[in-house]
């Protein structure tokens, strides 16, 4: 268990990738790496503390090899953080109210932010140089209180976004090293056939990401589906309707349906996890399109 004060809601986590410890933000605009190596009374201790954000964090993670870490806050800045020995490497202003981000998985110094009002989401690209430089915008069209998503392919050559409209975009990252830059765009999934019949919510892409070999992208709707497409074709794979169960349990049940928020390939692309807004994950066979 994460013992935080009372009253402080942990709004973001993340995983090392290469060490038992994890890195979560909280409402009280604190970034801390826990140690879940070494539990005291059931119970991790935490390993550092690190504090200059002015306002609640939003989202924190580690780049691929695990030497840094990165947090974003409602006060409009991103944080590069050297856990070792303790510094902050650098701050990134002008991150449009930012609350989620990602690391490049092929190149440690870029990174995307991600920021929304009701009307539009701004992707930034980043290059975490000394200092960091924005390297290109791009704003898409945000439907009011729905997510929206930036994500790189495995091999950082191409962006997916989404907005919460019925359309994912993928935009070609080659040649992008100087600021100023204009992206791609490469392709456009249409997610009307990705619609759940009879479906009582707007649909819309919440989210979408790449396999780690670039070959699949998987979306969750808004409508409670979840789709698998070819990301050369951009055609529908797989259709699979996310249903309702026991609250924050993974479940095989199959009445009604709810808002699919996030998907996530696993490293073999042979399985995708998802969260709905009933409180439940659950696990997917990517070659079968069923619950395992």
């Not at 038992?20 to 503390?49: E, K, M, S």
């Not at 109210?97 to 991600?114: C, E, G, H, M, W």
């Not at 975490?128 to 997510?147: K, M, V, Y």
């Amino acid at each position: 268990m994460l013992a935080v004060p009372g009253g402080v809601l942990l709004t973001s986590v993340a995983f090392n990738p290469h060490d038992q410890t994890i890195l979560t933000g909280g409402t009280d605009a604190l970034a801390r790496v826990w140690d879940l190596r070494n539990p005291v009374d059931y119970q991790f201790p935490t390993l550092l503390t690190l504090a200059d954000h002015l306002g609640p964090i939003e989202t924190v993670g580690f780049d691929g090899l695990g030497d840094e870490a990165i947090s974003a806050s409602t006060d409009g800045t991103a944080r590069i953080w050297d856990p070792q020995p303790r510094e902050q490497r650098e701050i990134i202003r002008g991150a449009a109210n930012p609350f989620s981000l990602a690391f490049d998985p092929a190149d440690p110094s870029r990174i995307v932010t991600l920021g929304a009002n009701s009307e539009v989401a701004t992707v930034q690209l980043w290059d975490l140089g000394r200092p960091s430089r924005r390297l290109a915008t791009i704003d898409i069209p945000s439907q009011a209180w729905t997510l929206a998503s930036a994500a790189f392919s495995g091999d950082g050559r191409l962006l997916l976004t989404t907005g919460g409209t019925e359309q994912a975009r993928i935009y070609s990252l080659a040649g992008i090293t100087r600021p100023g830059a204009r992206l791609r765009e490469v392709g456009v999934i249409d997610g009307k056939s990705c619609a759940a019949p009879g479906g009582t919510s707007t649909p819309g892409f919440n989210s979408a990401i790449f396999s780690a070999k670039g070959a699949l992208i998987a979306t969750a709707d808004n409508d409670g589906a979840i789709c698998i497409w070819s990301a050369t074709t951009r055609h529908r794979i797989w259709r699979m309707m996310d249903p309702v169960g026991a609250n924050g349990v993974l479940s095989r049940s199959s009445v009604g349906r709810a808002p699919v928020n996030s998907v996530a390939f696993s490293p073999d692309g042979k399985l995708l996890l998802t969260t709905s807004d009933d409180g439940a994950a659950r696990i997917w066979g990517v070659a079968t399109g069923r619950l395992c």
